[in-house]
């Protein structure tokens, strides 16, 4: 089955540290999200692909929060200086155009930032 | 906020019983999704429904698109403990943006 892949599984950093998250999308896809999980917030969409272009990072807080698609098989979500409240699971997820039939998630990345 | 509310927040059943998960909301969705999370995993999609009035079954599972396509239903017939996870619902708002609702943690007890 094609897999959407997230590194690291999991990350432990202190405050102040630059972190980087990696996604994999499934060949092919096109449009790729970046979602944040908490148990307080739920499911949070931070930023939006389609074709590697940014078509929507407003959920992201844009001071310390950057993401980008530096080619179709590659996107990164980059936090820095990250702060205790970024501690989270953060989703990537990917889809062809128009997915009615839904996206496919990775496993997520589980951040915890001391 | 959120655009979507789900209700219950949590469930918790016998084996053997039934149950209904409700997804609201007050905006009109081109399409609504239900996705099923387990513990360290992604959410899985279940089912898409696109047309108000929609009813999809999928086995013990019927998932069903309000009439003004504000809000969705998924019913589950003698819940197993293999549908123990969080149900989530997710809705398009025209620009192939999903937007997540809270989820209902289900735990069905053997």
């Known amino acids: 089955d094609a897999r959407v892949t997230q590194t690291p599984r999991d990350k432990v950093t202190e405050m102040g540290q630059e972190v980087t998250m990696r996604c994999q999308p499934i060949l092919g896809h096109n449009t790729v999200f970046w979602y944040r999980q908490t148990m307080m917030q739920g499911l949070e969409l931070l930023a939006y692909f389609r074709n590697r272009a940014p078509l929507d990072d407003s959920g992201m807080p844009k001071d310390r929060f950057s993401a980008e698609m530096p080619d179709a098989t590659l996107a990164t979500l980059k936090i820095q200086p990250s702060e205790p409240r970024d501690s989270a699971v953060y989703f990537c997820a990917s889809g062809p155009l128009g997915a009615k039939g839904g996206y496919t998630f990775g496993s997520g990345t589980r951040l915890t930032v001391v | 906020t959120q655009l979507l509310e789900q209700s219950p927040q949590f469930l918790s059943i016998q084996e053997g019983e039934n149950l209904t998960v409700y997804c609201n909301s007050s905006?009109?969705?081109?399409?609504l999704q239900w996705y099923r999370q387990e513990p360290g995993e992604g959410p899985v999609l279940l089912v898409t429904v696109v047309t108000g009035g929609e009813v999809k079954k999928l086995k013990r599972l019927t998932f069903q698109f309000g009439d003004a396509r504000k809000d969705s239903s998924l019913h589950i017939t003698a819940a197993q403990p293999g549908d123990t996870g969080l149900y989530l619902c997710?809705?398009?708002?025209?620009?192939?943006?999903?937007?997540f609702g809270s989820g209902t943690k289900l735990n069905v007890k053997p």
């Open positions: 905006s009109v969705f081109s399409s």
């Open positions: 997710a809705g398009d708002n025209n620009f192939n943006k999903f937007y």
